[in-house]
């Protein structure tokens, strides 16, 4: 077992351990404490389930509609001009929106496409240099009573915008 694969597996027990030896210095009850976490955790999931249920009844009428099918015909010739294969732009829009959406649409154009492929490896790369922005605006700023979330979400928004194309030059330049 090397020296990094040994660090991972203590790094975690080891912080455990620091912490429970240091409320116990302090004299804290760590497991009162511990628990009452566990309280305002499960509170929190609770306070959150609103948010998360609309936002993913939007994603499913957007798709359902069959507006990401006509906003990909759309702009299927300037995609193309700039390299980035049409195929992948319902990725690039589902991926602010929800990880697991994404994680599909993604999983749906390696087994499509290959991972080997151009799409494929566009999709991977493009999964891993953007978020969910919509998903953490609506669900962590909701949960926390953050209502005017304009600029935090121009900035996300715009990090996945430079997030694709990152992806789209990286790999083009890597595998083009």
């Known amino acids: 077992m090397g020296l990094i694969t040994t660090f991972s597996t203590w790094l975690v027990p080891c912080l455990i351990a620091i912490v429970l030896l240091y409320g116990t210095f302090k004299k804290v009850p760590s497991y009162d404490a ?15 389930m609103p948010f998360l249920v609309g936002m993913l009844v939007a994603i499913s009428v ?8 006509a906003l990909i015909h759309l702009i299927a010739p300037l995609l193309s001009a700039v390299g980035m ?7 690039a829009l589902m991926r602010p929106l929800s990880g697991t959406g994404a994680l599909g649409l993604m999983a749906d154009l390696i087994h499509t496409y290959g991972a080997d492929s151009f799409i494929g490896r566009l999709a991977s790369v493009m999964q891993g240099s953007t978020d969910t922005t919509f998903y953490v605006v609506t669900v962590y700023f ?4 953050i209502h005017q979330i304009g600029d935090a979400l121009k900035v996300g928004l715009l990090a996945d915008l430079v997030g694709v194309i990152c992806a789209v030059w990286i790999v083009t330049l890597m595998f083009g």
């Open 34 to 48: 511990f628990v009452e976490g566990g309280k305002e955790g499960f509170s929190l999931a609770i306070s959150v």
């Open 85 to 91: 294969p049409p195929q992948v732009l319902p990725l």
């Open 142 to 145: 909701g949960a926390v009573g």
């Open 62 to 69: 957007f798709r359902a509609s069959g507006a990401m099918e």
